[in-house]
């Protein structure tokens, strides 16, 4: 039974009206090289692509049924706190588990999200080339502006970031997508629209005057309104994504096919926005939606579901979807012998191809818009290792030691024992009562009470030894969680920083495999902003002063170029303690005196180990505490020169070389070559700098000479003060002379 707001087969039958079109406020159709391509999608379908594509889904997800079974297992240890998968040896027995694997994947994520994005800016971005220095603070800007505000529907990427790194720790492998996606929506505005009429009144003397009167009037109008355009960042679950070859790297795979569910409405804006074709939707939508029950690795879904308290994965509530896969294909399309890598969207029942375009037409870099970490790697192996794999057998282990050290205490402290039956009292258990009478003939040989002893030390002793093994595979132990076990090497701070740099450099190899792939997303979103940010961005930032900065970008001209995006982030920038001490390092070794002396150290950086300071201990208003130094930047003569006769303002300052800019534009001024290239503006501004540095340097002249004869007047009052001295007082024989 279809459950949805409208008849989406009824809409097909009698024809969709007001569909969305462009208009002079607003463009709905997509980007050009966004838009379907009929050619590429009648060779697919001459090809029965959509098939093979949906068989290769089918094919894929059956050679890793194994790995999807062990998934659903793993997931139990963290997912599911409340049965131990061991059972006891008789009724009653302790079934407890204990949640070891979520307390290593907590404690790993919190380090490894404060690493890659606990402080700002996540990175930097180096130009190439030496003509976009400028321009790296712009690019750092912009970036910043969309992961932390604009992406994600104006929430942010941080959310979607933090997920990927859970699943990087707990399944071994996440998978990261960045997608360019932009939302409508149409509503029933009102608008209003004024009139100005003259009426005649009497004024207070008595005459006729005409004064305007304002009507207002309020009139229905639909409107199609942009809500979003920016990019996504999505984490992909494991059981709706196969990456087929290439080791397990989107970017070498044979394929990619990722699974996802459309409505209807969805799927009609695609084809408003000439993405999706119109007769493959209509026919995909007239065949039935599809249900999450039902689909390929829908159980482990079910599973999570039912660990959160919901009863089924369909519910009556939801609206009605269609199953489709997105596909990323390396085939040679046209018999020339040279692949193309080729997407497409196909309809999982109808195995009806949608929408087909190039990958390297969406997006310039040619990059598949997917991006994998792993854990651990397994060599050749699509899937990596998490975690909570690694610690699977002994987490069991820890849960049956201590379910059997539970059943020991049991029968230890409850009170069991034996009796001898008479003619009174029958064969049979009796259940002890607090206050009950047992009649025996004689108690003290009839009933017994074995003592078992306490059994309990071999458990603890071997809970003690497995925790041990835990703390070395994961890396995680007390210091990590920011607690005081034993003393040991931590007795003193020495040996508590070094166990704590053992422990960074334990958990660094796995923070650089997930730095390889956030530094790939990171290039991927420069890449997209380059190709598709709307011109006139504006947006707002606040400078180290505390003030509001505003920016805006005209064009995407502004952000072209060649950048290199570098990350600093390791385990030890995620210790919050290790980052003070290396901030308040740098601070003392500034202070040296022959670094001063030799102007290794200036206001630039004490202002910048001061806020590194301060930052390190999470204060980020440190604008309140220090000023930022402000320092010009000394141009050489042809700099000078080259930035006048572009228009950029360079003002004169008391470090600049005068002699030499001098010289150089005496030079230009009477070179009869190179004044023929000048026009007469450019002549003008020369010799009006030419004058402004003579200026300059006469001024800086005559204040050299009267400091000269201001401390040549000290010197003599000086010497006049020693010839005025009284004897006795400064002059006299001297020590050890007689006069």
Known sequence: ????????????????????????????????????????????????????????????????????????????????FLVSTDNGPYEGSSSLHLPMPLVVAKTLHARFLQALVGFEPFFQARSRTSALVEKQDLIEDVMMYYLKDKANYDQGAVAAIDKWVWDWITIGSGVLKLRWDVSLEKYKDIEESFEVDMVQEVDDEGNIVEIPKIQRFEEPIDRIEKTFEGPVFETINFEDICIVKGDGCPQRADFVIERTFLTASELWTLVDRKVFNK?????????????????????????????????????????????????????????????????????????????????????????????????????????????????????????????????????STMPFGFYRPTSSMEPEKLNLEPGALIPVDNPQTDIVFPNLGNRTSFGMQEEQSIMNMLERLSGVNEMTMGMMGQQGAARTATGAQALVNESSANLDVHLRRLNIAWKDVLKFLFTMLQQRMPDGLEFRLTGDDG???????????????????????????????????????????????????????????????????????????????????????????KEVVDRLLRGVETPVTMQDDHEGIIKYIDFLLNDDKTMGQFTEQDAISLSARFQQQQQMLQALDQMAAQQRNTAQMQQNQAQGQDQTLPMGEGSGAPEGEMS
């Open 1 to 80: 039974m279809a459950n949805n707001f409208t008849n989406d087969q009824e809409k097909i039958k009698k024809g969709r009206k007001n569909t969305f079109k462009d208009s002079d406020e607003l463009t709905v159709t997509a980007a050009p090289r966004d838009q379907i391509l009929k050619e590429l999608k009648t060779s697919l379908d001459d090809d029965n692509m959509g098939s093979t594509i949906v068989e290769k889904w089918y094919q894929a997800n059956a050679d890793r049924q194994e790995w999807m079974d062990r998934q659903k297992d793993y997931l139990q240890t963290w997912d599911e």
């Open 279 to 411: 007769k493959s939707v209509e026919k995909v939508i007239q065949g039935g939606n599809d249900y999450y029950q039902g689909s390929i690795n829908q159980d482990v879904k079910s599973m999570r579901s039912q660990n959160s308290g919901e009863d089924n994965l369909t519910n009556e509530t939801e609206i009605d979807r269609y199953e489709f896969l997105e596909s990323y294909i390396n085939m040679d399309v046209d018999g020339s012998g040279v692949n193309s890598k080729v997407v497409a969207w196909t309809h999982v029942r109808s195995k009806e191809i949608c929408g087909a375009n190039y990958l390297r037409r969406m997006h310039q870099s040619g990059k598949v818009p997917y991006f994998k970490a792993d854990y651990h790697l397994r060599r050749n192996q699509e899937h990596g290792i998490g975690i909570i794999e690694m610690m699977y057998p002994l987490s069991v282990e820890m849960d049956a030691m201590h379910n059997m050290r539970i059943d020991f205490g049991i029968l």
């Open 547 to 637: 003030a509001d900065r505003f920016r805006k970008v005209q064009t995407k001209d502004e952000i072209k170029g060649h950048y290199d995006i570098e990350i600093d982030s390791n385990s030890s920038s995620s210790n919050r303690m290790i980052r003070i001490q290396n901030a308040d390092t740098a601070a003392q070794l500034q202070q040296d005196q022959l670094a001063v002396q030799l102007g290794l150290v200036g206001p630039r950086e004490i202002y910048e180990a001061k806020k590194s300071q301060l930052m390190a201990r999470g204060i980020k208003d440190f604008y309140k505490y220090f000023k930022e130094p402000i320092e010009q930047r000394i141009f050489s003569p």
